[in-house]
């Protein structure tokens, strides 16, 4: 199975850029499926008001749950004291898998790796070439799982990804995608260094061509085992079973959840069938070490 672990849909309200105006789905899902792709990892792009981005990346979803597995974006900073609630929202009523926050809005705080963890789910944290706050989070939160994307860096920071590498050697619960990661040799080094277990295979989609992205991964040579692993063998044991009612941090308010105009019938289904549903027959979840 083919994961893309890195993509934005829906539309952002600031319409100053690409990423925070519209990132339209149609146009990837159809370049996703002449590449191989099977499944994609959706978030919305930058919003004034993420849990409004969320229900709409909820319906996306919902339109199209064979193909498509959700991220809770948050704002670790506006965001601050709601986080549980919009992340127990995501869970519960659009069966999310995973967070994601952006270092442009704000870096992880406490707030929101509790939260990962109370619900056992992965935190997507671009710090946006600040590879020395990975430094503090991972090592406070040992039981949660970051994922780091663009090897640290889009915007080409070299010196971002040798840190990052370097974490991916030292901290068992830090991963990286490859999203836009235009120096290819730094890809190389990670996997030699870090091993294929660390790296996950991401497109930024829709701004960047799945195909393209995709195609990195294959000239890397790699063997079959290896490849797999990178193009969706990591992602599935991430995404393992989240915590509907978490012991932990029970929210003593109602989710935080923005309209989302779905029927409840759309979330039909038991929390067992749910998480099973990402994966292929007999396929069995490895826990992290």
Request: overall charge positive.
């Amino acid at each position: 199975m083919v994961i893309d672990s890195h993509c934005h849909a829906g539309k952002g309200d600031r319409m100053t850029a690409p990423w925070n105006t519209d990132a339209p789905i149609g146009a990837y899902l159809r370049r996703a499926r002449a590449a191989g792709i099977d499944k994609t990892i959706v978030f919305a792009p930058f919003h004034s008001d993420y849990a409004k981005a969320n229900a709409q990346v909820g319906r996306i979803v919902a339109e199209d749950p064979d193909r498509l597995i959700g991220f809770a974006f948050v704002h670790a900073g506006r965001d601050a004291g709601r986080i549980f609630s919009m992340v127990e929202c995501a869970v519960t009523r659009w069966h999310f898998r995973g967070i994601k926050l952006h270092g442009f809005d704000a870096m992880p705080t406490r707030e929101v790796c509790e939260a990962a963890r109370a619900f056992g789910l992965p935190v997507l944290a671009d710090v946006v070439g600040r590879a020395e706050v990975v430094e503090m989070f991972a090592p406070q939160y040992r039981d949660v799982n970051f994922i780091v994307p663009h090897l640290g860096s889009f915007a080409d920071d070299w010196r971002a990804h040798q840190q990052v590498i370097d974490q991916l050697c030292r901290y068992p619960n830090v991963y990286t995608d490859t999203a836009g990661v235009r120096r290819f040799d730094y890809i190389v080094e990670a996997i030699k260094r870090a091993g294929a277990r660390k790296i996950l295979f991401g497109s930024d989609g829709p701004w960047l061509h799945p195909g393209v992205e995709i195609h990195k991964i294959r000239l890397l040579g790699l063997s079959p085992d290896q490849e797999a692993l990178i193009l969706g063998g990591n992602a599935l044991r991430l995404l393992r079973p989240v915590l509907r009612s978490p012991t932990l941090m029970r929210s003593s308010r109602r989710p935080v959840c923005a309209a989302s105009g779905n029927s409840h019938a759309h979330q039909a289904l038991s929390v067992a069938q749910d998480n099973r549903a990402y994966l292929p027959p007999g396929t069995q979840l490895e826990h992290e070490l």
